[in-house]
Structure formats: structure tokens, C-alpha cells
């Protein structure tokens, strides 16, 4: 009987990584040293934003993404954080409006110019107030306007309605630190992985947990859906150490369909899906290669297509929207590399070789826009919906209307599901204990002040009186 190697032909199997020219990188970048497992970078069709490394608070820089070259020392800032910036994620129906979260147990919402800043931003157009200590993860919902996710060190996770600036509903079922979050393609679930090994889907307006998984074998770092197959990935380790990848039916987290080991090295494995292409990238944080898979949904499920290669590791990993690809070159992916050594940020382009000039629908099929599909307070009622899907034939130079509109606010703070949020919250280590000592003692002295001045006030009113009944005397 002869041997006849597995062959499947796919169109990308010949897709390959092109690193930008120098003269389309970013350099002079003062990447953040910060060893929070994040990317520190993200990306939109109008700008590139950068966490950086700073003293005294926390900031990132906001560049026009046609703005190459060299950056100035003292180009402007956003920087109103008191603690280092975590994360940071664009609107994706508004390329001027991003989020970022601190270690100030903040999140806050920044308004961009449209041409880039010209001076250091410190006034966010909201300040969320809601986590008892540092947040680390935030997620725009992938349908709706105003929508906003935030996961903090207090293991709950808060919904922002930026509409009226308040969180509307805490998931409160994680015993340790939530790692990751990943929504299907309308939103309806969540996927979260967390520091007490478990993998967890999640009906965010419920709170209610779907499916859990606590799988020996494989210990989870980070989880993404994909699409609209009902599965999952996860990226983590396994009981020997090695660097793995396991898929999953998102209805029944009791097994794994397949697992994977990549490689004995230890960093991160970061998880990119492309729905459209139906392709998977890997990438390792301190490692400088990208691998990619193709996903099907009969066996082998995941196929290898190939390894890009680079000797510079990476800190973190951006990704380019669809609408934001050179669709001229076939390019199906983007990723801005962050090469910390040298302060530089590198555009990978992931590109399928075509011959033919002409526009390539069979790669290029419908994709989520930048319109949203729900309102704030429809998908909070219990509305599910597909995104507005847009061809990068037409679509993709056509200007968003959306405009992003903050509520005035007069409380830092939150009641959800009938909890003061900010309320007795006991602190879990020294340092906290110090600065909520601190902060009563400012309370009590401001408090004190306010009373002398009343006193003030109350003995010049009784005085009043008898002045005016002396005069008239």
C-alpha cells in the first residue's frame, strides 16, 4: 500500500509576511518597559497609538498612521492617567475616539483631533469611575455604539453605557484575574480566560456563565472566538510547560476538539483571527516569528501554512481594521510590531501573491464596517444583531457620520445590581491601605475647612440682624 501524504489545497497557503520599508516604520518610540501581559498598541484607518514609558503617571502617543519616520523626543501626549496605562482600544465605529485603562483604577475616554495632537492632552471626554483597584483589560462591543467593557484586579467586569457614563452591569463570576475577554461576531457571548485556570463563556447581560472549563492538560493564557464557526481557541501551556493551542466547541467546554503544542519557549502565544480568510496567527511575546493556520471545521481543523520570520522580538502586536488594508496589494492582515530595543514600530503586511491587478473578491469577501448595527440601550434590552457589513471594493474610503457625544457628569462612582461600587472596599495590601489613610486624611481636613467657613457664614448672618437694628436706632 503506498504512502500518499495529506494535501489540501487553499488559497492562502502561499500568503506571506512583508516588513514596511524604513523609511514607512516609526522610530524614536519610548516604548513602555511596563511588564503587563498586553499588546500597549493599537491601531485604526487614521492613527497608531502607543503606550511609552514615563515618570510620574501614565501616557501614550497618538501618531497619524502616514506620519513615518523618526518621531520627535517632545511630540505631544496623552497623558491625564495617574498610574501606568494598561490597555488602550480605538472605537470601532469612530477612528477619533479611544479608551484606555490605568493602574489609577480608571478608564477613560479620549477625544483625537483629525490631525493628530498638537499639545499634550490631559481633559478626557469621560472618566469612569467603577473598579476598586487597577484595570487591565478593556473591550468595545463589536455591534454596538457606546458599549464598553473593562476588567479590573477587583476580578469583576463592569458595562459602560457611555451614553449617560455609568456602568450598567457587573459580571461578578471570576475568583482570581480575568486574562482575556473575546466576544462572538454579534456579541452575544463572552469569552474569558482567568488567572484560576478556568475558561468561561458568558452571557454578558445576564452575567450568567454558559459553559466553564477547567482542563488539566492545558492551562489557558488567552481565548478568541472564531467567528461565526462556534468554536474557540485558546492560547496556553501544558502540564510540561510547552507552549500549546487547543480548539473547542463553544457549546460543550467538557474537551477539547484538538490540542496543539507549538514549542518549549515561554512566552505568551497572543491568538490574531481573521473570519473573513479564516485564518489564524500566532505570535509570541519576546519571540520575532508569526505563525499562521488555516481553520476549517472538519479535520485536521487547524492547518499550518507557514512561519514569518524576523530577528527582532516583539513587545506587542497591533492590528489594522479591514477597511484600513492596501486591498491594491492583496494584503489580508496588518499587524504593527513594537520592537522595544529600538523603538520601533514595524508594519508587517500579510499579503496573498496575485498576479492580476484587478480587485480580488474571492479574498476580499463582505466585512464588518464602521457602522454600528444596535444603540446602547437596544442591545442592553436584549437585542441581538449581526454587524453592518461593507465591500472593500466601494466601501472603504466612504466617512463615518457618527458622532460621539459624552454626557455631563457630576459622581466619580457606580450602583450596580443595587452595590456601591466604591463603597467599603477593603484594601488588600499595604500600599492601599497607605493611600486610603491619605485620602481620609485630605477627606477629614477639606471637611474641616468647609465647616469653618459655614461657621464664618452662620456668625456674619446672626450678625446681619443686629447691625441693621443698631442703624435704625
Same mark, same amino acid.
Given at each position: 500500500?503506498? +504512502? ?12 506571506? !509576511? ?30 497608531? /497609538? @502607543? ?8 501616557? =501614550?502617543?497618538? @501618531? ?25 482600544? +480605538? ?5 477619533? @475616539?479611544? /479608551? ?7 478608564? *477613560? ?14 481633559? #478626557? ?12 483589560? &478593556? ?24 451614553? @449617560? ?46 459553559? %466553564? ?26 502540564? +510540561?510547560?510547552?507552549?500549546?493551542? /487547543?480548539? +473547542?466547541?463553544?457549546?460543550?467546554? #467538557? ?38 493556520? $488555516?481553520?476549517?471545521? $472538519? ?7 507557514? %512561519? ?26 496588518? =499587524? ?9 514600530? $514595524? ?8 498576479? #492580476?491587478?484587478?480587485?480580488? %473578491? ?35 474610503? *466612504?466617512?463615518?457620520?457618527?458622532? =460621539? ?12 445590581? !443595587? ?18 489613610? =491619605? ?18 457664614? &452662620?456668625?456674619?448672618?446672626?450678625? %446681619?440682624?443686629? $447691625? ?6
Amino acid at each position: 500500500m503506498s +504512502w500518499r501524504p495529506t494535501y489540501r489545497s487553499s488559497k492562502f497557503r502561499n500568503v506571506y !509576511g512583508k516588513v514596511a520599508n524604513r523609511e514607512h516604520c516609526f522610530e524614536g518610540i519610548p516604548v513602555t518597559k511596563n511588564v503587563h501581559d498586553n499588546h500597549f498598541c493599537a491601531v485604526n484607518a487614521k492613527f497608531l /497609538a @502607543i503606550v511609552t514609558e514615563s515618570a510620574g503617571g501614565g501616557s =501614550f502617543v497618538v @501618531i497619524p498612521v502616514t506620519q513615518f519616520g523618526r518621531i520627535d523626543p517632545h511630540y505631544p501626549k496623552v497623558c491625564g492617567h495617574h498610574g501606568n496605562v494598561l490597555d488602550i482600544k +480605538w472605537n470601532p465605529f469612530h477612528d477619533n @475616539i479611544i /479608551a484606555s485603562c490605568s493602574e489609577d483604577s480608571s478608564v *477613560r475616554i479620549w477625544e483625537i483631533p483629525d490631525g493628530g495632537l498638537r499639545r499634550n492632552l490631559t481633559e #478626557s471626554v469621560l472618566e469612569l469611575y467603577g473598579h476598586s483597584r487597577r484595570v487591565g483589560l &478593556i473591550e468595545w462591543h463589536p455591534t454596538t455604539s457606546g458599549i464598553l467593557f473593562s476588567a479590573g484586579y477587583d476580578y469583576k467586569i463592569l458595562i459602560w453605557n457611555l451614553e @449617560i457614563g455609568e456602568p450598567v452591569k457587573m459580571i461578578d463570576c471570576h475568583t482570581d484575574v480575568i486574562l482575556c475577554m473575546s466576544f462572538n461576531t454579534e456579541g452575544s457571548l463572552l469569552a474569558t480566560s482567568c488567572k484560576d485556570k478556568k475558561l468561561r463563556v458568558i452571557e454578558p447581560r445576564s452575567g450568567k456563565v454558559l459553559q %466553564e472549563a477547567n482542563f488539566k492538560n492545558h492551562k489557558v493564557n488567552r481565548v478568541v472566538f472564531l467567528g461565526n464557526m462556534k468554536r474557540l481557541l485558546t492560547t496556553g501551556v501544558s502540564r +510540561w510547560n510547552t507552549r500549546q493551542i /487547543a480548539l +473547542w466547541d463553544q457549546e460543550d467546554l #467538557s474537551i477539547p476538539i484538538i490540542e496543539e503544542e507549538i514549542d518549549g519557549l515561554s512566552g505568551l502565544l497572543f491568538p490574531f483571527y481573521d473570519a473573513d480568510t479564516r485564518m489564524l496567527y500566532l505570535a509570541g511575546k519576546g519571540d520575532g516569528n508569526i505563525r499562521y493556520y $488555516e481553520i476549517t471545521l $472538519e479535520k485536521p481543523y487547524l492547518q499550518y501554512l507557514m %512561519e514569518f520570520r524576523s530577528p527582532a522580538p516583539q513587545k506587542g502586536l497591533g492590528v489594522m481594521p479591514k477597511h484600513g488594508l492596501d486591498v491594491g496589494a492583496c494584503e489580508v492582515f496588518r =499587524f504593527y510590531k513594537l520592537v522595544t530595543l529600538k523603538g520601533l514600530i $514595524e508594519p508587517v503586511s500579510m499579503i496573498v501573491p496575485r498576479r #492580476s491587478e484587478t480587485y480580488q %473578491e474571492d479574498i476580499y469577501p463582505m466585512t464588518p464596517g464602521t457602522e454600528p448595527a444596535l444603540s446602547a440601550d437596544e442591545w442592553l434590552s436584549g437585542i441581538n444583531r449581526g454587524p453592518v457589513l461593507m465591500s472593500l471594493k466601494e466601501g472603504y474610503n *466612504r466617512p463615518n457620520k457618527l458622532v =460621539f457625544k459624552a454626557p455631563v457628569k457630576e459622581k466619580k462612582g457606580g450602583v450596580v445590581n !443595587g452595590i456601591d461600587l466604591l463603597e467599603n472596599v477593603p484594601p488588600r495590601t499595604e500600599n492601599e491601605l497607605l493611600r486610603m489613610f =491619605f485620602k481620609q486624611q485630605e477627606e477629614l481636613r477639606r471637611l474641616k475647612d468647609e465647616l469653618t467657613q459655614k461657621d464664618i457664614k &452662620i456668625r456674619q448672618l446672626e450678625l %446681619e440682624p443686629q $447691625e441693621s437694628k443698631r442703624l435704625s436706632l
